[in-house]
T-cell receptor
């Protein structure tokens, strides 16, 4: 079955550490996105990519980095510069650029700073 | 900046009662999408509306897009416990190829 796989499901990070969240899709979608969701809150855009080797900052990109070396993969690194990283991270993809297509979301990664 | 507000933020209903959430944008939207997120889960795409005044139905769910394309609503008839979750609307972010999600309405259904 096609879909988006995020790993790990739960991640614990120590202060000062960088961690990388994995996002892989086999839907052959061109566009991929990373959102952050805080408890009881909506979704805020971190980064998005419309094509391989290209990506743009979203509303809250500070303290995060991404890469898009393959169409299927869009990993997110949470750096030590992100002051409040504890949150639920959601990766999504859509068939193409533009906003006429629904997003398919992964099951998310819950990151906790310990 | 662009804002997409949803009301109410929370709604508790008795099973069998109807439920409506409203989505209001500060700008005109070319389309609007609706998503449902179950507790502990991830958002799932429900539907997209494109035309002014458009109405679409999915079983007990009715979606409307306003005439001015700045607001939308989701109405659930005779709620069931399976309807529990947070409902988000999302609209195109002006000048960019991504979606701006609304604040969400969390629905609780009391059996």
């Amino acid at each position: 079955d096609g879909g988006i796989t995020q790993s790990p499901k739960y991640l614990f990070r120590k202060e000062g550490q960088n961690v990388t969240l994995s996002c892989e899709q086999n839907l052959n979608h061109d566009a991929m996105y990373w959102y952050r969701q805080d408890p009881g809150q909506g979704l805020r855009l971190i980064y998005y990519s419309q094509i391989v080797n290209d990506f743009q900052k979203g509303d809250i990109a500070e303290g995060y980095s991404v890469s898009r070396e393959k169409k299927e993969s869009f990993p997110l690194t949470v750096t030590s510069a992100q002051k409040n990283p504890t949150a639920f991270y959601l990766c999504a993809s859509s068939i193409s650029t533009g906003t006429g297509y629904g997003y398919t979301f992964g099951s998310g990664t819950r990151l906790t700073v310990v | 900046g662009q804002q997409v507000m949803q009301i109410p933020q929370y709604q508790h209903v008795q099973e069998g009662e109807d439920f409506t959430t409203y989505c209001n944008s500060s700008t005109t939207l070319s389309n609007i999408q609706w998503y449902k997120q179950r507790p502990g889960g991830h958002p799932v795409f429900l539907i997209q509306l494109v035309k002014s005044g458009e109405v679409k139905k999915q079983k007990r769910l009715t979606f409307q897009f306003g005439e001015a394309k700045k607001n939308s609503s989701l109405h659930i008839t005779a709620t069931q416990t399976t309807d529990v979750g947070t409902y988000f609307c999302a609209g195109p972010r002006g000048g960019a190829n991504n979606l701006f999600f609304g604040t969400g309405t969390r629905l609780t259904v009391i059996p």
